[in-house]
T-cell receptor
Framework: GAGVSQTPSNKVTEKGKYVELRCDPI?????LYWYRQSLGQGPEFLIY??????ADDSGLPNDRFFAVRPEGSVSTLKIQRTERGDSAVYLC???WGRGNSPLHFGNGTRLTVT | DQQVKQNSPSLSVQEGRISILNCDYTNSMFDYFLWYKKYPAEGPTFLIS?????DKNEDGRFTVFLNKSAKHLSLHIVPSQPGDSAVYFC??????????????FGQGTILTVHP
């Protein structure tokens, strides 16, 4: 596809469950980012991949959050033992990863923890 | 600790007039600034950026102004159109770091342009 694709678009889960959120970046983009947007706030940085490795994971709130990008393309954000406070829109973005190439965002996954 | 602040939650403007959206930052390490636009149920879309070595950057109807001494930037939209109605996010980064994409966003300003 032409843009960043995120699946599912909506996810409702019960407190304590495990969830996986998927991101398909724009073909050829080497850099991939995960952000989280809570209601009424701007997106907050979670983690950044350059190729297969996590170059910066300083935004992950705690060790319940983990992300992988095993082949340098698709990425999965994994959340264990979900809590109600994890409810937010999770945004994925990709870029060429050089210079000041702008981020291209997907439409996000709206996660609701009940 | 909100390092990027957009103090106006909303702005209402008449079609054809100028829209001015403001943004303040506190981190003096920020040296690259961006504006993103977001429609409901979509991801943010890049609009315009400015490096700290400049004080103005124009792209069509959109102009961004940077006042480094005041740690303030603004986005001007002239003339405003109803299709510009969206949430506008200001974002900043330290370009000297490892990634231009590690952005710190403001809370956003909802712009409504009335026909």
């Amino acid at each position: 596809g032409a843009g960043v694709s995120q699946t599912p678009s909506n996810k409702v889960t019960e407190k304590g469950k495990y969830v996986e959120l998927r991101c398909d970046p724009i073909s050829g983009h080497t850099a991939l980012y995960w952000y989280r947007q809570s209601l009424g706030q701007g997106p907050e940085f979670l983690i950044y991949f350059q190729g297969t490795g996590a170059a910066d994971d300083s935004g992950l709130p705690n060790d319940r959050f983990f992300a992988v990008r095993p082949e340098g393309s698709v990425s999965t954000l994994k959340i264990q033992r979900t809590e109600r406070g994890d409810s937010a829109v999770y945004l994925c973005a990709s870029s060429w990863g050089r210079g000041n190439s702008p981020l291209h965002f997907g439409n996000g996954t709206r996660l609701t923890v009940t | 600790d909100q390092q990027v602040k957009q103090n106006s939650p909303s702005l209402s403007v008449q079609e054809g007039r100028i829209s001015i959206l403001n943004c303040d930052y506190t981190n003096s390490m920020f040296d690259y600034f961006l504006w993103y636009k977001k429609y409901p149920a979509e991801g943010p879309t890049f609009l315009i950026s400015i490096s700290s070595i400049k004080d103005k950057n124009e792209d069509g109807r959109f102009t961004v102004f940077l006042n480094k001494s005041a740690k303030h930037l603004s986005l001007h939209i002239v003339p405003s159109q109803p299709g510009d109605s969206a949430v506008y996010f200001c974002a900043a980064t330290s370009a000297g770091g490892t990634s231009y994409g590690k952005l710190t966003f403001g809370q956003g300003t909802i712009l409504t342009v009335h026909p």
